[in-house]
């Protein structure tokens, strides 16, 4: 084997003899640092994974947020993943600067960035709002038409689970740019119905039922705030009255609250001999209309224009 290897390099011509000859010298003279280089690689992988270990932990015993914990790790990798990934390709090709390094990635950067400017966008977004937090899991929210629960949010998007089961996985940078209503931000929410009464019935003595009512329904919370009834409007058949009373967050708990509420109304003012009146409608016309009995015979020119 050693004959025939010898022989196959003696049949080469000279320059491909020395080219072959400086790449296995060249080879030999890096090679100390290609094992440094991949030495230290090694040991910047130990070092994320011990950091992954550890600083989850430490963050979680000083009660930091679990979303604000995980953007915390995310960076700490990535910082150490860069800074890792300098210093190796330095060490293994010393006439790379980590200044020319830093140069290269920069520019690449910006080449990058403009490329996937979405997805940047959304991933600094996500970042801002697991800092910031304006809305967590579980919170009943609504942003440009979309609305439901949070089910979970990401780096990069957002889940949000509607009230009929839909899921919607909405990009975090539209949450960060638009308005975004979180419902359950508190344990109560307003709600408010019209309820009329005729224009014979005393307001005052409705009011009265009225109130008794809706304070007597299990899901309106007047120990924490006043049930409010303003008579509200001169409507076209009745006198309305505003019913605000305020009750749980959730969606079904406002529906279910005003289920009860409007049944509980009818039934007081039912008893109460108060009438919710239906809407009346007057016709007027610009001639008087003859009126006859449907059983009458006919007159005499009726008769005569038949004949």
Known sequence: MEDLILSTWARLPEPMRAELSSYVTGFWRVLPQLVFATLFFLLTVAVIRVVQ???????????MRRALVDVVVMLLTVGLWLMGSLLTLT????????????????????????????????????????IREPFSKSDF???????????????RDTHIRQT???????????FFKNAVTVRTSTDLRRTTI???VAYGEDVDAAREVIERAVKDVDSVRDDVKDVQIFAKEFADSAINFEVTWWTGSRPVDIRASRDKVVAAVKRALDEAGIEIPFPYRTLTFAEALPLTRKDAPPDDDTASSRD
Request: aromatic content about 6%; charged content about 20%.
């Open 91 to 130: 060490i293994a090709v010393p006439s790379i600067t980590p200044g020319r390094a830093l140069t290269a990635l920069g520019v690449g950067g910006v080449a990058i960035g403009f490329a996937f400017k979405d997805v940047f966008e959304n991933f600094l977004a996500g970042i801002l709002l697991l």
């Open 194 to 196: 019209i309820c009329g």
């Open 164 to 174: 009929d089961g839909q899921l919607v996985v909405a990009p975090n940078a539209m």
């Open 141 to 155: 929210i609504e942003c440009q038409g979309i609305d439901g629960r949070v089910e979970e949010i990401t780096i």
């Open 53 to 63: 270990w550890i600083v989850p932990k430490v963050l979680r015993r000083a009660r």
